[in-house]
């Protein structure tokens, strides 16, 4: 019905508040219609107790003389009265006399012949309120004084009442509304805060946080929500730039020398052997594109659910087999022996392309770097609360200053190995980042011309 919530609170604040004054308001007035009704019934009885000394002088009175008495003495018409003499040894009626016979009905009231002195009941009979009261009472009779008088219909205290409710309750009802209005722009002044914050938030002011200061238990965990949205902004925003730069920087080099060969090959006729040199080289760069997209691309998913989710059961001791046989033959051409040293069998939930693209960099890294003729030894092994994977290379080994950068993207340790020998840059940086993925740790150890230790912890399950 209302779009502004504004609207809406003041609204159910309205409507429950008219339902509150409206009961409250029923509460007065019949509050006050039941001090009327007492109040006339304190009359009944005082104009009872009044007449008490008539009842007693004479055997017999006449109810309409007593009628008559009574009311020029307290103003009241029509004032209805009945006498009744009960026998109490004959337990009837002796004699009975009333001063109207306008109202026949008026007295068919139920006699309590139980009733003990100045006892007194009271009734209601159409507009008139009855009362039934014992005056007097010897040895022998029972006088029983009942009176009837019509009820107020229209009390000036009750208008009054009527009256002062009818003004007092819009104007109240307005007051509340008012205050309502105020205590409402208060209690929604953090939310404003809030739209006001989202609105100063741009693309380059991606690293902007809600401040969750002063808030309301309420509306945190939105402001909670809203953040960890522009986390996830701010961080894909910039997987993008960096992916952007990246690629501008990395595939500027070999789209540059596949231009400079093709356009030196061409300014001049050449031989066959000559142009076939020239493509291998192409080809070769092509292929050096082709890796660095892919490398780029996977690192730019990160903390996608492309790569979080597709966990299964792996056999990491068959797994791992498995590569190091492929990584063998890439061994080979330079004389270098991958063994397996140890290798105990392991199972494990993981993302199993996304492990095997982590221990085949590190595998292909150590074979790179290890000198010819020389062994890289792999072992799996069981701890306490760790299974442990190691692979050691004998080669040139890293510097203690460069350790700390290894899985930045395109940091290389050694700055004379060429482009050609060294890779793209991102193979340690996609291992980690797979590694974080899994929350597995890594840890490298190395030392120059003496070789490199690389140690993987996976928690046991």
Do not use: W
Not at 22 to 30: A, K, R, T, V
Not at 349 to 362: C, K, Q, S, V
């Amino acid at each position: 019905m209302f779009k502004s919530l504004k609207l809406k609170l003041l609204f159910y604040f309205f409507l429950t508040n008219l339902i509150v004054l409206l009961g409250f308001s029923s509460f007065i007035y019949m509050t006050a219609q039941k001090g009327v009704s007492d109040t006339l019934d304190t009359t009944l009885k005082i104009i009872s107790i009044d007449a008490m000394p008539d009842l007693k002088a004479k055997k017999y009175v006449s109810a309409k003389k007593i009628s008559d008495e009574l009311t020029d003495e307290f103003s009241i018409t029509p004032l209805h009265i009945k006498i009744i003499y009960f026998d109490k040894n004959k337990n009837k009626i002796n004699y009975q006399t009333q001063s109207s016979i306008e109202e026949p009905k008026l007295f068919e009231i139920p006699l309590n012949e139980k009733g003990h002195l100045l006892s007194i009941y009271y009734f209601d009979k159409n507009n008139y309120r009855v009362s039934s009261m014992v005056l007097f009472e010897d040895e022998n009779t029972k006088v029983f004084f009942q009176l009837a008088i019509k009820k107020i219909q229209n009390s000036p205290y009750l208008n009054k009442i009527v009256t002062s409710l009818f003004i007092a309750n819009p104007i109240i009802l307005v007051l509340f509304l008012f205050i309502a209005n105020i205590l409402i722009n208060r209690t929604l002044q953090p939310v404003k805060k809030v739209v006001d914050s989202v609105h100063s938030i741009s693309a380059n002011k991606l690293s902007h946080r809600i401040s969750n200061e002063n808030i309301p238990t309420e509306i945190r965990e939105l402001v909670e929500t809203f953040n960890e949205l522009l986390k996830n902004l701010e961080d894909a925003f910039k997987r993008i730039s960096a992916f952007s730069s990246d690629a501008s920087h990395e595939l500027k080099t070999p789209l540059t020398v596949i231009r400079g060969e093709i356009d030196v090959v061409l300014r001049h006729e050449r031989t066959p052997t000559e142009y076939k040199a020239v493509l291998e080289d192409v080809l070769l760069e092509t292929v050096r594109v082709q890796e660095t997209i892919d490398q780029l691309f996977l690192i730019t998913k990160k903390d996608t659910t492309e790569l979080n989710g597709n966990t299964r059961e792996v056999y990491l001791d068959e797994l791992l087999s498995d590569l190091v046989s492929q990584a063998n033959k890439f061994a080979l051409k330079k004389s270098i022996h991958l063994k397996i040293k140890e290798i105990i069998p392991v199972t494990i939930h993981a993302n199993e392309a996304l492990l095997r693209i982590a221990i085949d960099n590190i595998l292909r890294n150590a074979i790179i770097y290890t000198h010819e003729s020389r062994d890289v030894n792999v072992s799996l092994k069981e701890g306490e609360e760790n299974y442990t994977l190691e692979i050691q290379d004998s080669g040139c080994g890293i510097n203690k200053e460069d350790l700390p950068f290894v899985f930045e993207r395109f940091y290389r340790a050694d700055k004379a190995r060429s482009r050609k020998d060294s890779g793209t840059g991102l193979g340690l940086a996609i291992v980690k980042m797979i590694l974080d993925i899994h929350h597995y740790d890594i840890l490298i150890k190395s030392q120059i011309n003496k070789g490199t230790r690389v140690i993987i912890t996976i928690p046991k399950e």
